[in-house]
């Protein structure tokens, strides 16, 4: 089903496709819609926007629906449950149309009037990410992001000010085969960069949220910091994690046969004693079997990279129904 939605939603193509993930927004839809409905229109011939209701509890699916009679160019994805703004635009970029695929936050906090500015950027970038440059957030949220920014530009090598920002511009081929899990589309100029894309910055406008809670809290921050490392770890060895664990595997391995044969030069041909256990010779075993088990790790792993590959066209989400 997804497969024929799929090509079925291609066949016409846009010039820009607007996504949106959202939960529990009811509050913000008819004025996001509206406010899009009048940016796009005067900057574009050919547009769509894709909501993504990620299973949301209140109307705001229905609000959605009845808005489509009033916007014809609003398309509806709707997920049998709540799966995560990670695989709502993960549905979102699959059933774009359009050259362009602009990701914004439906808690009217991202400015549309910035979309037109980002799709003139995208012709010298392949990727243009929003940088909240006056952030109306507290504090806390302030002080955290500057932090695991400025931990997720040093550990990816890109120079970026603001991954967090979900109002970001992709070319179409950037974003139409990728596979997300988590909370990665936090860091897609991290995982556009390492497959050889370019990626830009531009600064854009944030504004206070107007109407609903913030669903940010400490399991998303604890969780931020979880998939950055992973983001670190899937762009370095993703495709060889054989060489990760294989490779500290090896290093335990040589360290168990030196502390070994240390231990058996001083003790039997130095001193001239029996070789008996003692922490050293312990520690040497200890090495010995931890780098037999990162090897079968990293054989088992280089397995299951294989695995996903093969099987990558499979989704981590399911969709109900496309309106």
């Known amino acids: ?14 010039e820009v496709s607007v996504v949106i993930p959202l939960y529990n927004e009811e509050r913000n839809v008819e004025a996001l819609l509206a406010e899009l409905n009048e940016v796009l229109q005067k900057s574009f011939k050919e547009w769509e926007v894709l909501a993504v209701d990620d299973g949301s ?48 936050d439906a808690d009217l906090q991202n400015d549309p009037a910035d979309i037109p500015k980002l799709v003139k950027e995208i ?13 109306k957030d507290s504090a806390f949220k302030r002080l955290w992001s500057r932090i695991s920014n400025g931990l997720a530009a040093r550990l990816t090598g890109v120079d970026i000010h603001d991954f967090g920002c979900t109002l970001k511009a992709y070319k179409l081929e950037t974003v139409k085969d990728l596979q997300l899990f988590g909370q990665m ?3 897609l100029p991290a995982l556009l960069a390492a497959q050889g894309y ?18 940010y809290n400490w399991k998303r921050l604890f969780n931020g910091v979880l998939d950055l490392v992973f983001i670190k770890f899937w ?25 070994a044969v240390y231990k058996v030069v001083i003790q039997l041909m130095v001193r001239h004693i029996p070789l008996e256990a003692g922490p050293l010779l312990l520690l040497s075993i200890m090495l010995f079997i931890t780098g037999v088990l990162l090897l079968m790790f990293g054989f088992l792993s280089e397995i ?20």
Do not use: C
Request: hydrophobic share 35%.
């Open 123 to 135: 012709a010298r970038f392949d990727v243009v990410s929003g940088w909240r440059f006056n952030r």
């Open 304 to 323: 299951q990279v294989r695995m996903y590959y093969a099987l990558k066209n499979r989704e981590n989400y399911e969709i109900e129904k496309i309106y």
């Open 185 to 187: 589309h936090r860091y």
């Open 57 to 104: 509890h209140d109307t705001s699916f229905e609000l959605l629906v009845h808005a489509q009679k009033k916007y014809p160019e609003l398309r509806i994805v709707k997920f049998k449950r709540n799966y995560g703004q990670t695989a709502a635009m993960n549905a979102g970029f699959k059933l774009s149309r359009g050259k362009v695929v602009v990701a914004m």
């Open 198 to 215: 370019s990626v830009g910055e531009m600064k854009v406008n944030h504004r206070e949220r107007a109407n609903g809670m913030s669903k």
């Open 1 to 14: 089903m997804q497969e024929n939605a799929r090509s079925q939603g291609r066949e016409r193509e846009k």
């Open 235 to 259: 762009t370095d060895y993703s495709k060889r994690p054989l060489h990760f664990f294989g490779g500290i595997g090896i290093a335990f391995l040589l360290a168990s046969l030196l502390i």
